[in-house]
């Protein structure tokens, strides 16, 4: 099992930036992709962000590319995801996922964190 905790977020003016961290343990060395989703009220679980182990490969959605940055600790057991430029429509619960490919399916990923709340005031 993997249990994977994240943390930052809270209250982000628009035009802002925020850092969010994602700790893994567990059985981490089955952890090929980690990655990013987000749900706002309403909507669908969406994909941000992926990167792989091994070759860094990294994916990120339309909605967040050119704004955002995802990066894996050296240790592979961490993943943190920077965003700059907020908008109001970025708000929503964040989630980590940890799986064996990265994919925009949430169902493609075993782990998740509990979610953490980012909201972006206008």
């Known amino acids: 099992q993997v249990q994977l905790v994240e943390s930052g977020g809270g209250l982000v003016q628009a035009g802002g930036s925020l850092s969010l961290s994602c700790a893994a343990s567990?059985?981490?060395?089955?952890?090929?992709?980690m990655g990013w989703f987000r749900q706002a009220p309403g909507k669908e679980r969406e994909f941000i962000a992926g990167?792989?182990?091994?070759?860094?490969?990294?994916y990120y959605s339309d909605s967040v590319d050119g704004r955002a940055a995802i990066s894996r600790g050296a240790a592979d057991d961490t993943v943190y995801l920077q965003m700059n430029n907020l908008k109001p429509e970025d708000t929503a619960v964040y989630y980590c996922?940890?799986?064996?490919?990265?994919?925009?399916?949430?169902?493609?990923?075993?782990?998740w964190g509990q979610g953490t709340q980012v909201t972006v005031s206008s």
């Open positions: 996922v940890a799986g064996r490919s990265i994919s925009k399916v949430p169902e493609t990923y075993a782990y």
């Open positions: 990167i792989s182990q091994v070759d860094r490969k990294i």
């Open positions: 567990g059985r981490t060395n089955s952890l090929y992709a």
